[in-house]
């Protein structure tokens, strides 16, 4: 089955600054790779997605690119604020199944 | 509006006492899925359904069932539970195959004693 690996585990930046989460995958059949943020005592929610046919998708301060040659993709996320403290999870998706990251715990200081 | 509910809430139960948590969504959507969270993993997909009566396992589907008998409605049913499946459940739902925006309920903590 597919293995999703994600880094790092906790990321803390300053308000203002970029924050970069990375994912690493392994089988070249997975084609949807799309980014949930869950914030403390919800469900995860969709923030952004690529698919495999497609580079780089951004989404106002949110931006993902995918390398599929080397089976990465990362999720950007620049001018950070305090509301952008949360855990992130990557995941990627073949033969209708996901796959998920262990997750990011990103801590934006004021 | 749009929604993905799910009931209990929070549970706490013993060894061995099948438990049904339930799963309902209201957006008319195709695919449905169980997930579980346990620290340091993420989430990990039990069981899904491309639609009614159509279910497949997942990554984790040991020790639990699933049944789609209405598009709307996905119950995760734990026959006999275990302590190691304690853990926070999350269901969730989206358009066709899964390859859009999936909406997750507010989980479901479940405690096996």
């Known amino acids: 089955g597919e293995n999703v690996e994600q880094h790092p585990s906790t990321l803390s930046v300053q308000e203002g600054d970029s924050a970069v989460i990375k994912c690493t995958y392994s089988?070249?059949?997975?084609?949807?790779f799309p980014w949930y943020k869950q914030e403390l005592g919800k469900g995860p929610q969709l923030i952004i997605d690529?698919?495999?046919?497609?580079g780089e998708k951004k989404d106002q301060r949110i931006a993902v690119t995918l390398n599929k040659t080397a089976k990465h993709f990362s999720l950007h996320i620049t001018e950070t604020q305090p509301e952008d403290s949360a855990v992130y999870f990557c995941?990627?998706?073949?033969?209708?199944?996901?796959?998920f990251g262990s997750g990011t715990k990103l801590n934006v200081k004021p | 509006e749009a929604q993905v509910t799910q009931n209990p809430r929070y549970l706490i139960t013993v060894t061995g006492k099948k438990l049904t948590v339930t799963c309902s969504q209201n957006?008319?959507?195709?695919?449905m899925s169980w997930y579980r969270q346990d620290p340091g993993l993420g989430l990990r997909q039990i069981y899904y359904?491309?639609?009614?009566?159509?279910?497949d396992k997942g990554d984790v589907p040991e020790g639990y069932k699933v049944s789609r008998k209405e598009k709307r409605n996905f119950p995760l049913i734990l026959e006999s539970p275990s302590p190691n499946q304690t853990s926070l459940y999350f269901c969730?739902?989206?358009?066709?195959?899964?390859?859009?925006?999936?909406?997750f309920g507010p989980g479901t903590r479940l405690t096996v004693l």
């Open positions: 995941a990627a998706y073949n033969f209708n199944k996901f796959y």
């Open positions: 969730a739902s989206g358009t066709s195959s899964g390859t859009d925006t999936q909406y």
């Open positions: 957006m008319n959507h195709e695919y």
């Open positions: 089988d070249s059949a997975s084609n949807y």
């Open positions: 359904s491309m639609n009614v009566e159509v279910t």
């Open positions: 690529i698919r495999s046919n497609v």
